[in-house]
């Protein structure tokens, strides 16, 4: 899909990944990108630099995200490309408190059931749409040190899957973002920990390496090229990738 003249929406667009897509988007000719993020100032700060709209809306409430779709759909256009970018990070394993996995899980994953459960049928009727999902490299692989990232980021990236596989027919397109680690408010301070083992990657090529998966209607987009054989180890002995693992959460827990 080309994003030039689109009609584009970027959840956690205050900054990180989700400014950089914006303006990114911006540079290819995108008719409007609606900037959006529980942060509302930063939301307007990202739209003034691509003339676009900012909205603060909070992704893990369902209304918010049903109200974002409909009155962009009513103010703006049909929506073309959503993004659902927005997520957070919780340390800890089974131990996380109730509150905490429930408040994970509504960001990382709920956030994208609600995008698809409102705006997929919309797209589906017109015969087609893009969504672009932000998982994690913890999504295909795992997180060292967090159970609930690793947790939500896998079922972000089986949905991502599910909505690819079952309305491709539709003319639904779906591509899933699995970065490593990137210079974001998540990972400040963390420039030492596990995910950075191969570099911590600025936001800019992470955004640029989305809109050429995008334009290519590639489902998987993998910023640092290391994951893909990652990918390949884990599936060609399982029990071998789980004692590598064991020996980073050795060094890094």
């Not at 079952?166 to 639904?172: M, P, S």
């Not at 490593?180 to 990972?187: C, D, G, I, P, S």
């Amino acid at each position: 899909m080309e994003i030039k003249n689109r009609i584009v929406v970027v959840t956690g667009a205050a900054g990180g990944i989700g400014r950089a897509l914006a303006q990114t988007f911006a540079k290819a000719g995108a008719k409007k990108i609606v900037c959006v993020d529980l942060d509302g100032d930063g939301a307007e700060a990202t739209a003034k630099m691509v003339d676009g709209i900012g909205r603060k809306v909070d992704v893990a409430n369902e209304n918010d995200i049903k109200a974002l779709i409909d009155d962009t759909e009513n103010d703006v256009g049909p929506i073309d490309l959503f993004c659902s970018n927005a997520g957070i990070s919780v340390p800890g394993g089974p131990e996380v408190a109730n509150e905490q996995w429930q408040k994970i899980w509504d960001i990382n994953v709920m956030a994208h059931i609600y995008a698809a459960r409102h705006l997929a049928p919309k797209m589906i009727e017109r015969g087609g749409g893009y969504f672009l999902n932000t998982a994690s490299a913890a999504g295909l692989l795992s997180q060292i040190g967090s159970a609930p990232y690793a947790v939500t980021k896998h079922a972000a990236v089986g949905l991502a899957e599910w909505i690819a596989l079952t309305y491709g027919d539709d003319g639904i397109k779906v591509s899933v973002l699995c970065p490593q680690a990137v210079r974001t408010n998540m990972t400040k301070g963390k420039e030492d920990h596990v995910a950075s083992v191969d570099g911590m990657m600025d936001p800019e090529p992470v955004a640029q390496a989305c809109l050429e998966a995008i334009e290519q209607e590639t489902f998987l987009v993998l910023p640092h090229k290391e994951v893909l054989q990652y990918m390949r180890n884990k599936t060609d002995n399982y029990d071998r990738w789980i004692g590598g693992m064991r020996k980073l959460n050795r060094k890094y827990r």
